[in-house]
């Protein structure tokens, strides 16, 4: 989404400025042309040749500086995204009162561009009403914030917020406010991903290979465009993307369960979860011995989620599913579409290098009700998200 889109970077005079450094060079690597301003405070404790190096721009340190005469107002208003990160106590003061003496804060004052903050400061600073009632005001004018989280500070642990967030989760709030806002701005998104365990006894379980990436991108690409995301997902190790709310779930009626309740307050259900179809008739509660000698053991059918659930579908919602076949996927995923009532349908052959489970790239076909058919090349699991959400947005549309 950065590709030739221009972000201010403007930073402020706190230790968490070397974190600054991170953040410029990952807006950078991603396309953006990315303006980086330093408070005089900044400059002491990060000097401008690393943040030039690392945008290949010149770097903005005071209004008197020759050739910068008017851009205090015009980078502002041309840029997707104003960043300030970090944002002291100081920086945060300053901008409520309108106070404009500085580039950055002159900046701040006439800019028209959405604005996310990043504080970071002493926890005191941060919990003093005068500073709580500052980031109200803001927020009230529509200026987006972001952390800050609890964890070591310059002076020491600290069990109170006032350390910056991480650049990872920083960039992720950067992409949801610098966005313009699509059909799927505000929409609620249930995502569904992973496998799901089936018990055989208190230690074994059936499952599956699905690492749960698909749908994790999936969620993370949505959240970024503006939705409000719910992700019900089977066991996997990855970690939570940034601001949706994730319910855990083992078996594949627990994941049911959640479908079925999140599903009524629903604008659109991604089920990229690979539940188990079969699980063990008759689970033992006792772990079985390997001396019992060979195992025979009866399954039965879990019940298709999609087709249970249908009940709950709210009118107008958008369903997706998947279907991930081993040879002649295109009928058997077109099959699916049709049996399942989706509205869209992503197809892929398990068997094809990089494309299926636990890998970080996917091979698709996006199929919809309309018969339209789009083949796309093999490309990571996030750059499918964007095309699947793309296809939502364009269903959502209609
Ligand atoms: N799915 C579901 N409930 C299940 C199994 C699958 O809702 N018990 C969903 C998956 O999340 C996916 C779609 O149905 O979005 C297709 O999953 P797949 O395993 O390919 O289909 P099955 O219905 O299991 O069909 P088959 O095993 O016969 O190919």
Not at 131 to 139: E, K, M, S
Not at 320 to 328: H, I, K, N, S
Request: a neutral charge; aromatic letters at 4%.
């Amino acid at each position: 989404m950065w590709a030739g889109r221009r972000v201010v970077l403007g930073v402020s005079g706190g230790i968490a400025c070397y974190k600054s450094c991170t953040i410029a060079r990952r807006l950078t690597e991603a396309g953006a042309q990315v303006d980086v301003i330093l408070t005089r405070g900044a400059a002491e404790f990060v000097g401008r040749p690393t943040f030039e190096a690392l945008t290949g721009r010149p770097v903005i340190g005071s209004l008197w500086e020759p050739g910068t005469a008017l851009s205090h107002v015009r980078l502002g208003q041309d840029a997707a995204l104003v960043l300030v990160a970090p944002a002291t106590a100081h920086l945060i003061a300053r901008m409520t009162q309108g106070v404009a003496d500085d580039f950055l804060t002159t900046l701040l004052l006439a800019a028209t561009s959405p604005v996310l903050l990043a504080p970071a400061m002493n926890d005191e600073m941060y919990a003093h009403p005068q500073t709580q009632a500052n980031l109200t005001r803001l927020r009230a004018r529509g200026v987006n914030v972001v952390g800050p989280e609890t964890g070591a500070l310059a002076e020491g642990p600290s069990e109170r917020p006032g350390r910056m967030s991480e650049p990872e989760t920083i960039l992720a709030h950067a992409a949801r406010a610098g966005r313009t806002k699509g059909p799927l701005a505000g929409r609620r998104v249930v995502v569904s991903a992973g496998p799901t365990r089936e018990s055989i006894d208190p230690i074994r379980v059936v499952t599956n290979r699905s690492s749960g990436k698909m749908g994790y991108r999936v969620a993370e690409a949505a959240w970024e465009r503006g939705a409000d995301v719910v992700l019900i997902a089977g066991p996997t190790a990855l970690p939570p993307p940034v601001g949706v709310r994730v319910l855990r779930v083992e078996t594949t009626k627990q994941l049911e369960e959640s479908v079925r309740t999140e599903l009524s307050g629903a604008d659109v259900l991604v089920m990229a979860a690979a539940p188990a179809d079969f699980r063990p008739s008759e689970p033992s509660n006792q772990k079985r011995a390997r001396s019992d000698g060979v195992l025979t053991m009866a399954m039965e059918p879990t019940d298709d989620i999609l087709s249970a659930t249908r009940a709950q579908r709210r009118p107008g919602s958008i369903m997706v599913g998947f279907a991930l076949e081993t040879g002649d996927a295109l009928a058997k995923g077109r099959a699916k579409l049709e049996r399942k009532e989706l509205d869209l349908i992503v197809i892929n052959d398990a068997l094809e290098p990089g494309a299926g489970f636990d890998v970080d790239t996917n091979r698709v076909v996006l199929l919809d009700r309309q018969g339209a058919e789009r083949v796309l090349p093999l490309q990571s699991k996030r750059e499918v998200a964007e095309a699947i959400l793309d296809a939502v947005e364009r269903a959502l549309d209609r």
